[in-house]
């Protein structure tokens, strides 16, 4: 594994670590999403972080091993960022409308 691969798993790790949810019941519904515009020109875990920030309501460790699993089609077997950076999109979309469907809610703790 090369020196930019080995930085890419540890932002992705510390990126990980930032934050501690638990799951509480939606009172006032599911909030929007805030979406950030997609740039150009996007790393993946760049990515993660502007879906994590546009789709903040969503519990990351319900989507780690989703975005485990396309970050290592990265790094480990070459796929594009473009095509990772896309299926994640769609995985939080997917998610954020499941969480409408069950209306359950991360915070911070």
Do not use: C, W
């Amino acid at each position: 594994m090369g020196e930019q691969e080995k930085r890419s798993l540890l932002a992705f790790a510390a990126f990980l670590s930032q934050q501690e949810t638990v799951e509480t019941p939606a009172k006032a519904g599911i909030p929007e999403p805030q979406l950030i515009p997609r740039p150009d020109e996007e790393s993946v875990v760049s990515a993660i972080k502007r879906l994590s920030v546009s789709y903040s309501m969503l519990d990351r460790s319900t989507l780690l091993t989703e975005t485990s699993s396309l970050m290592t089609a990265h790094i480990m077997h070459g796929r594009s960022a473009m095509d990772v950076i896309d299926e994640l999109e769609t995985l939080f979309i997917s998610y954020y409308e499941e969480l409408k469907k069950t209306n359950r809610v991360k915070r911070s703790i």
